[in-house]
């Protein structure tokens, strides 16, 4: 159950950070409540991963998922850029965070 949490706390890392870049530096009202809502949510579902996770190991799947996603959310929603460099580092990533899953189980 602990990387169930993890996973949903990662994947609302994605709303709450692609919220925030919707909100132009809280110039925006609902994304900027979206955005501050969710983090705190996400945050908060970290933190029942953290009572059967190292926090070390949970942390860096949290940041490395999370990232992972609002780097593919930037390029299919709001038409960032993607290199074959950007793609390897962020397979890097992937594999990273697939790693630190492994050694933990």
Do not use: H
């Not at 996973?7 to 692609?18: C, R």
């Not at 942390?59 to 780097?71: D, E, M, P």
């Not at 580092?89 to 965070?97: K, T």
């Amino acid at each position: 159950m602990p990387w169930v949490f993890l996973l949903i706390a990662s994947l609302l890392e994605l709303v709450w950070a692609t919220a925030l870049k919707q909100s132009e530096g809280f110039t925006k009202l609902w994304p900027s409540v979206i955005g501050l809502s969710v983090a705190l949510l996400s945050v908060a579902v970290l933190t029942l991963s953290l009572r059967d996770l190292p926090v070390g190991t949970a942390y860096a799947v949290f940041v490395g998922l999370g990232a992972f996603g609002v780097a593919l959310a930037g390029v299919v929603a709001l038409n960032e850029s993607m290199s074959p460099s950007r793609l390897l580092c962020l397979a890097l990533i992937l594999v990273g965070v697939v790693g630190l899953q492994v050694m933990e189980s």
